[in-house]
């Protein structure tokens, strides 16, 4: 139980584009959802934490015009780079908050989306 | 108040050994203590996971254990084998306030032959 599911893996986009990553709980309501980013050989980032219905939470120093998150519904939250640069490549994991929810952990992680932008 | 440090940054250890990882926290308030495991291009998983009430936890080979008084906890990996070669991450919360994990900086495990 408790599965959070990430789409893409990965993806590859042009300077100047948007894209967006995908977070989906397949067996529970995700009433929040954490999004990371992680840079190769350093730990997780908190980017924002979004509410199922409400605003994100962006972390200080977090553009949240440029990272788009929105958390429609209790089973899927988007996370949307926008105008994407090669700067804004990296590694990007989403987390479900699953306490309460018969799962063994705290927190489930999705596998992860690796973003290149050329 | 709501760092996570964690020691050492990598560590190689040979296949049978123990590898032992370290982290300390300075938030009285966290009341949960997980270790993620990460393998490249993968997101966490969960290995094992702490509450402050116990000084130690053990499931298969890994094993917790906690020192509240002195703000620590540490991971313990019995009969290292090459196939837990991976980045390891504790991190902390507290859960009555439905708080963010707070992670430590990670160690690269590597377990040789």
């Known amino acids: 139980g408790a599965v959070v599911s990430q789409h893409p893996s990965w993806v590859i986009c042009k300077s100047g584009t948007s894209v967006k990553i995908e977070c989906r709980s397949l067996?529970?309501?995700?009433?929040?959802m954490f999004w990371y980013r992680q840079f190769p050989k350093q730990s997780l980032m908190l980017m924002a934490t979004?509410?199922?219905?409400?605003?994100?939470?962006?972390e200080q120093g977090v553009e949240k015009d440029k990272f788009l998150i929105n958390h429609a519904s209790l089973t899927l939250s988007t996370l949307t780079v926008t105008s994407a640069h090669p700067e804004d490549s990296s590694f990007y994991i989403c987390?479900?908050?699953?306490?309460?929810?018969?799962?063994?952990?705290?927190?489930?992680f999705g596998s992860g989306t690796r973003l290149t932008v050329v | 108040q709501q760092q996570v440090k964690q020691s050492p940054q990598s560590l190689i250890v040979q296949k049978g050994g123990i590898s032992i990882i370290n982290c300390a926290y300075e938030?009285?308030?966290?009341?949960?203590f997980p270790w993620y495991q990460q393998f490249p291009g993968k997101g966490p998983a969960l290995l094992i996971a702490?509450?402050?009430?116990?000084s130690e936890k053990k499931e298969g080979r890994f094993t917790i254990s906690f020192n509240k008084s002195a703000k620590q906890f540490s991971l313990h990996i019995m009969d290292s084998q090459p196939g837990d070669s991976a980045t390891y991450f504790c991190?902390?919360?507290?859960?009555?306030?439905?708080?963010?994990?707070?992670f430590g900086t990670g160690t690269r495990l590597q377990v040789t032959l």
């Open positions: 979004s509410n199922e219905g409400s605003k994100a939470t962006y």
């Open positions: 987390s479900a908050r699953t306490l309460g929810q018969g799962a063994r952990d705290g927190y489930t």
């Open positions: 991190a902390a919360t507290n859960t009555g306030t439905a708080s963010k994990l707070t």
């Open positions: 067996d529970f309501q995700a009433t929040t």
């Open positions: 938030n009285t308030a966290f009341d949960y």
């Open positions: 702490i509450r402050p009430d116990v």
